[in-house]
């Protein structure tokens, strides 16, 4: 079945840097779209980043754009999130996700804390 398993939050800085990861399992990952989203307290969950399957192509909210970067290694059927220069804004369980046989599944979770 398929997976998602998160990692790489913590409690950050503002102006510090976090690098999150998701590994995936139960469908080939070099075929996929991948996405990033997260969901702050009280917000609904929104999307920060996606990635095409070769992983040339991506795209971001408005919101990161210039301080996230998403990539992978369709290798270890990994997609990552860069972030820098991180503020109080972004605090939120950060998801990854992907869409497969017409239904989004989602990892559990990482929880990003931007704070002093």
């Known amino acids: 079945q398929v997976q998602l398993v998160e990692s790489g939050g913590g409690l950050v800085q503002p102006g510090g840097s976090l690098r999150l990861s998701c590994v995936a399992s139960?469908?080939?990952?070099?075929?996929?779209?991948m996405n990033w989203y997260r969901q702050a307290p009280g917000k609904e969950r929104e999307l920060v980043a996606t990635?095409?399957?070769?992983?040339?192509?991506?795209n971001y909210a408005d919101s990161v754009k210039g301080r996230f970067t998403i990539s992978r290694d369709n290798g270890k059927g990994t997609v990552y999130l860069q972030m820098n220069r991180l503020e109080p804004e972004d605090t939120a369980v950060y998801y990854c996700?992907?869409?497969?046989?017409?239904?989004?599944?989602w990892g559990q979770g990482t929880q990003v804390t931007v704070s002093s």
């Open positions: 990635i095409l399957r070769d992983g040339t192509t991506t």
């Open positions: 996700s992907v869409a497969f046989l017409l239904r989004r599944f």
């Open positions: 139960g469908f080939t990952f070099s075929n996929y779209v």
